[in-house]
């Protein structure tokens, strides 16, 4: 949410948590601020979506940072968010790395074990959300954080329990049908079909 498509107020109504974008892919202060009014008018669990600093790309390039910078990248962000989320009397509940940063977390687990530290030392109390079955849940895990393991309706997995990445044409589920068939696969029967037919399993929690 608060990325600027135009469509959060639709959206907001129907979900229990929004992951709201720093303004470092995309949105600013004010996009943040309407867009935490708006969860609390629905009550709707605020968390921030921290990225890469790359509004050009939308967070989407993958960016080789020292580890320092990643940590810092994940502080300033959550600081800013945080503090409009005080400033209207809510308060943060998860943190989502956007993008690039969360492909990269998901493969990687020094970049995983960065990022859970970041939010760990921001606020201890804080959820950290990452791909099922990733380094970046079980690193998060390793250190006490709690984490959501999230699934996706939209898009299409790997065998090895990764997301096929958006270079390939098939890598977007567009029929509204399937992807409710894949949520429901992966909620009532935890397991997903990838796109070479082969059932894994997956931990759907978000």
Known sequence: MG?????????IPFIDAASISCGYHAGDAVTMQETIESCLRYNVSIGAHP??????????????????????????????????SHSLGATLAHVKPHGALYNISAKDELTANVIARAVKDFDS???LYGLSGSHSISEAQKIGLRTAS?????????????????????????????????????VNEGVVTTLSGKRIPILAET
């Open 150 to 186: 999230e699934v996706f309706a939209d898009r299409t997995y790997q065998d090895n329990g990764s997301l096929a990445p958006r270079s390939l044409s098939n890598s977007m589920i567009t029929d509204t049908n399937k992807a409710v068939q894949q949520v429901l696969q992966m």
């Open 51 to 84: 990225s890469f600093h790359d509004r050009e790309n939308f967070g989407r390039k993958e960016m080789d940072l020292p580890v320092h910078e990643v940590y810092e990248l994940i502080i300033q962000q959550l600081i800013v968010v945080n503090d409009i």
């Open 125 to 127: 109390g804080l959820v």
């Open 3 to 11: 990325e600027g498509v135009g469509n959060d107020e639709l959206i």
